[in-house]
């Protein structure tokens, strides 16, 4: 596939290496917030969006659900990115000369043993890629980013040490967004179904609608709730099944889910990334 494909953060970042890695053809377009990775790709100025929606070790990223329904895009395939923390200095630096590392607020945490054991002190940046190109400008021995590789490639830092997140098992999933829904796809594995729905004020709705699920044997693999608008009463629900709209047992769970609701939104129908679900 060519064309562009929009992301948030600097170049470097990790959703700029999902892009690279699940669609190395394509040109990454970076946007500083996901309202503009949004804006960008609905006005035609990519053809995609690249949008992290949970991570392994810190959950559901924020805004994000927020954001979708009203997006006006649709869901054409989901990526998973191993989340690997690089400590990145100037070069000829070495992991002794560090005496502070930047990065994301997010990322700080993932990495502490690492940090406490050499003594380097954490600091806050507004990006992991931010932090590497402001390490590379400032030009200071004594001053690290935590980063990506292809961060470190692209500002001219040397990689101190590689993989030091504290867990293993560090992975952020994001979802492909594209202004044109495509329903057709069956393929040859496992189809997701992603809504978003607002159950009736009744006595045990949630539950009740769920009871569709479960009699039709469809395996609803995530189920999230969130405010709408800041109201503690108007709650929605983020939904993940597996299966395609046209199969039979999703179409009578989807009908009996209907009968309980004030709204179901369909966010889009894609193939699971099974090599790394």
Known sequence: MTGSIAFQGELGAYSHQACHETYPEMEAVACSTFEDVIETTRAGRADLAMLPVENSTYGRVADIHRLLPESGLHIVAEAFVRVH???????GATVADIKEAHSHLVLLPQCSGFLRTHGIEGRISTDNARAARDVAAAADPKAAALASEMAAEIYGLDILAR???DHDTNTTRFLVMSRTADLSRRGSGQM????????RNIPAALYKAMGGFATNGVNMTKLESYMVDGSFSATQFYADIEGHPDDRSVQL????LDYFTDEIKLLGVYPADIEHR
């Open 85 to 91: 923390i690089n400590l990145l200095g100037v070069p």
């Open 163 to 165: 993989h030091i997140e």
């Open 253 to 256: 769970a989807m009908e009996e």
């Open 192 to 199: 997701l179904t992603s809504f978003v729905f607002r159950v």
